[in-house]
């Protein structure tokens, strides 16, 4: 199995707006929750906009020595890989995310090596994310059950006050 063209099932870390089942089962209906997952040495950011859906800063992983951004490891069927593709802007010009492979720990302290995406061109300084976008993550984290300090974190992260929504 290969990241660029999966024959078979593949891990997906997401940190973002898919943490949230039934957003993540819109565009992946194969996805199945198999653990919440750690990716060490990072941190969540918001580095790139979403203009026209969540009118706001929306999910980016950024190395940071010594913080942690807490995610959902997913099992995706290979049929779903394009559409997962899709969702996460690789497919635009210029393309919004990038894949990247990235290794998380489990609860179980199971190391996986999974597909997860990263912004392509992040912009240094970021944007606040809309409230519907933060609400978003902490209602995908409170719903697969991530570490109560790290939910807290999430509803602390200040907003733009916009009325943006996701579909």
């Known amino acids: 199995m290969t990241d660029?063209?999966?024959?078979?099932?593949?891990l997906y870390f997401g940190y973002g707006s898919n943490l949230d089942a039934d957003r993540m089962r819109s565009h992946c209906p194969s996805?199945?929750?198999v653990s919440i997952a750690?990716?060490?040495?990072?941190?969540?950011a918001f580095s790139i906009e979403s203009k026209n859906t969540w009118l706001g800063g929306v999910g980016d992983m950024q190395p940071a020595p010594g913080d942690e951004i807490w995610g959902a490891l997913w099992v995706i069927a290979a049929g779903?890989?394009?559409?997962?593709?899709?969702?996460?802007?690789?497919?635009?010009?210029?393309?919004?995310?990038?894949?990247v492979t990235v290794e998380v720990t489990t609860?179980?302290?199971?190391?996986v090596r999974c597909r997860s995406y990263a912004v392509a061109d992040p912009h240094p300084e970021g944007y606040l994310p809309s409230p519907a976008y933060r609400d978003t993550l902490v209602r995908g984290a409170q719903g697969i059950g991530l570490p109560e300090a790290y939910i807290a974190r999430l509803a602390a992260i200040p907003d733009n006050?916009?009325?943006g929504g996701g579909r």
């Not at 750690?38 to 969540?44: G, K, P, Q, S, T």
């Not at 394009?82 to 894949?99: F, H, I, K, N, W």
């Open 161 to 163: 006050g916009r009325a």
């Open 80 to 99: 779903d890989s394009r559409s997962l593709d899709e969702a996460e802007g690789l497919t635009r010009v210029p393309p919004a995310y990038r894949r």
């Open 31 to 33: 996805a199945r929750l």
């Open 4 to 10: 660029a063209d999966p024959a078979g099932p593949f």
């Open 38 to 44: 750690r990716l060490a040495d990072h941190r969540l």
């Open 107 to 111: 609860p179980a302290g199971d190391v």
